[in-house]
């Protein structure tokens, strides 16, 4: 017993990855029913950062899991008192986080038992975001311990700690704020207490999704206090807007105060002087001035950065992998020639038509977005004729393969004119193949770069989505071009051939599955009838000779485009409304709307809304592994939670809108309400079945 201060004090920092976590206490040894100040404690590498309560246009603020078995009664932890937060501006006037660079403590009270046998532990999982040029979801286990005793005994470095990051939570204001609707803007007054009389460097900080959280908030300053001019998200101002006013005066450090401001007109004496430093950069460098880390410098070097990470991951994605295939056999047969000059064409050609398929996607995302629509990486799977004639040409391809008929290269002719002219073509098609089908599998590892990208001008999303296309061409660029690398590719033989038909039925199981995204849709029957009189169609014209020979090719060209231009115009054709909802049977879940959420919210229920789509390759792993699992839906139904579904299968503009209002830039997104509230918390798009069980027990 004498040994659970020790090993309390001298507890070490769990190392998450890009931070080190650790639970602290202000005491050795407390006092029955004490409430005794605790903290997480985040030591950040450098340029990387984690999130307010707020985390503003993108992020999650993090999140603590307790253990069933610790030491205290059920409800004696309170709520994390959040220090004040630095203003991060992912991209500079159009997406601004909230959070906290190098170190920070977030403080929380516990009340400690009136009786205890023992020491008393501490124990959870704690789950955060962290940040620099990428996003990446954390998760470490800590634990502390300390003895309950007749007296008091601080542990002194702790609770120092704890007591400088309590210093630096904003306190309530004892002065008056206002909200008051003025045009397009909201005009936020507040007069009296701290405010008064100040002037310099004012932002605000909205514990709600209310303001544009990137647009500026220019300030004024009157005798009295301050007024600052705010950008409404959507909808009309709230009956109160709370959050924290910041004032950087040049003294170290700025004066904030936690307000929560009503309707009504603007307080006289807060108007007067006027003054830039509303500004969201003029913001981020007041808080560079006073030591906080403030946001990226280089954010289109990181945007950029982030694309080409995010196209060379594309690689590894299940989507490319089938197609790649293709391409490797393509490289060896090419390095089998001996002429480097015809590698490099296959490097060249696969780069020009991965980057002209990037291109196109790009071009398509710039219309529809002027356009007024909304639109993510893989929105083309969203129509049902594109999705029926990509099934078609994996069909195609896994014809190919098993030898029905014969396209680009073969074994024999490699190195000749014709061969060449072929071999450069094919891989041509492989990359505006690789990179038409692997869009829809960037999965969460590009959040934050394509909600970036949303609103740039168009040369910079052309940029980015051509670095995108660039880092899955990166590769088989580099093996074409670098001397000596294709040395190491195989040698040709039979077990290549035995290897390409192998790869036929990764083809026909990607079409299978494009099938299955098509769902209910006409297109989905037709699709499935025309691969059959398509693959009839080329084998007739791979076959025909003899006296029959024009009959026969006449018959097998138009059952091959009778394959293709039947799915394909079925899929111009209307679907039910149904989507994905009999995935998720067992709970009967009702179909997303605001009004929904607003009706259940009123009931004093909790909702967990599931945007997806059966094209989203993260959709479908996060529903397999987690959302049908019966533990989840059976605590789901204890803690009262309603499940609703918004399917992004087809366009859905009221989806779009929802997406495009919480940061978004595609599926999946997951929105869970807690009971009664109106605003809901934003969840990884990576799910657990554990997490989602510690959020529902919550309830």
């Known amino acids: ?341 015809e590698l490099r064409k296959h490097g060249i050609w696969y780069t020009a038509g991965v980057l002209l398929s990037f291109a196109a996607t790009g071009l398509v995302f710039i219309a529809l977005r002027a356009a007024g629509q909304f639109v993510s990486l893989g929105f083309q799977l969203q129509y049902p004729s594109v999705v029926a004639a990509l099934a078609l040409v994996m069909v195609l391809i896994g014809l190919w393969l098993l030898g029905v008929f014969n396209l680009g290269t073969s074994m024999q002719n490699v190195g000749s004119g014709l061969a060449a002219k072929q071999g450069s073509a094919g891989a041509f098609f492989t990359g505006v193949l690789a990179a038409v089908v692997g869009a829809p599998c960037v999965g969460p590892f590009l959040v934050g770069a394509l909600g970036a990208v949303m609103n740039e001008p168009w040369p910079i999303v052309m940029l980015v989505f051509l670095t995108l296309g660039f880092g899955l061409a990166l590769p088989f660029l580099v093996l074409s071009f670098v001397p000596g690398l294709h040395s190491a590719l195989p040698k040709p033989g039979l077990w290549m051939e035995r290897l390409k038909q192998a790869f036929a039925f990764p083809m026909f199981l990607t079409a299978a599955w494009l099938v299955t995204v098509l769902g209910n849709h006409p297109a989905a029957g037709a699709t499935a009838f025309g691969a059959v009189i398509l693959a009839f169609g080329v084998w007739l014209l791979s076959v025909a000779g003899g006296r029959l020979r024009a009959g026969v090719m006449t018959l097998g060209a138009v059952l091959a485009v009778l394959g293709i231009v039947w799915p394909v115009s079925a899929g111009l054709q209307d679907a039910p409304k149904e989507g994905t909802m009999t995935s998720y049977a067992s709970l009967q879940p009702e179909p997303w709307s605001p009004e929904r959420v607003d009706e259940l919210v009123s009931q004093g229920r909790g909702v967990f809304v599931d945007f997806t789509a059966s094209w989203c390759a993260t959709c479908q792993v996060n529903k397999r592994t987690t959302l049908t699992k019966p533990e989840v839906l059976e605590a789901m139904a204890d803690a009262n939670v309603s499940f609703l579904i918004a399917d992004f299968t087809r366009p859905d503009e009221q989806i779009s809108d929802e997406l495009k209002r919480r940061g978004s830039p595609g599926v999946p997104m997951y929105l869970l309400y807690g009971p009664g509230e109106s605003e809901p918390e934003v969840l990884p798009t990576l799910l657990s079945p554990s997490m989602m069980k510690q959020k529902l027990a919550a309830f």
């Open 1 to 341: 017993m004498a040994l659970m201060p020790a090993f309390s004090a001298f507890a070490q920092p769990v190392d998450g990855g890009h931070a080190r976590v650790d639970l602290i206490s202000e005491r050795e040894v407390a006092t029955p029913g004490e409430t005794v100040w605790f903290g997480l404690s985040f030591q950040m590498d450098d340029e990387w950062h984690i999130y307010w309560k707020n985390a503003g246009d993108a992020g999650i603020p993090p999140a603590a899991f307790w253990d069933e078995d610790i030491g205290v009664d059920e409800g004696a932890i309170g709520e994390i008192d959040w220090p004040l937060p630095e203003l991060i501006p992912v991209v500079e006037g159009e997406i601004m986080d909230y959070g906290y660079s190098d170190r920070v403590v977030l403080p929380f009270p516990v009340e400690m038992p009136q009786s205890s046998d023992g020491p008393v532990r501490l124990s959870a999982t704690i789950d955060y975001l962290i940040c620099k040029d990428i996003c990446i979801p954390e998760s470490v286990d800590v634990s502390t311990a300390l003895e309950i005793g007749e007296s008091q005994q601080p542990d002194r470095e702790n609770a120092e700690r704890i007591a400088e990051a309590l210093s630096q939570v904003p306190p309530l204001f004892e002065g008056e704020t206002r909200l008051t609707p003025d045009g397009e803007a909201w005009v936020l007054s507040a007069a009296g207490g701290e405010l008064a009389g100040l002037s310099g460097n004012a932002r605000f900080f909205p514990d709600t999704h209310d303001i544009i959280h990137a647009a500026d908030q220019p300030a004024t300053f009157g005798e009295n206090g301050l007024t600052l001019e705010l950008t409404p998200g959507r909808g009309e101002p709230p009956e109160a807007l709370s959050g924290v006013i910041r004032v950087a005066t040049g003294s170290d450090p700025p004066v904030a105060v936690r307000i929560s401001a009503s309707r009504g007109d603007v307080i006289a004496g807060t108007s007067g002087v006027s003054s830039s430093a509303g500004s969201a950069s003029a913001g981020a460098s007041g808080d560079a001035a006073s030591g906080g880390a403030g946001g990226p410098g280089l954010n289109f070097f990181i945007l950029i950065g982030s694309a080409l990470l995010g196209g060379l991951i594309l690689n590894l994605m299940p989507c490319v992998l089938p197609v790649l295939s293709i391409k490797a056999i393509g490289m060896v047969q090419a390095a089998a020639s001996g002429e480097r000059s």
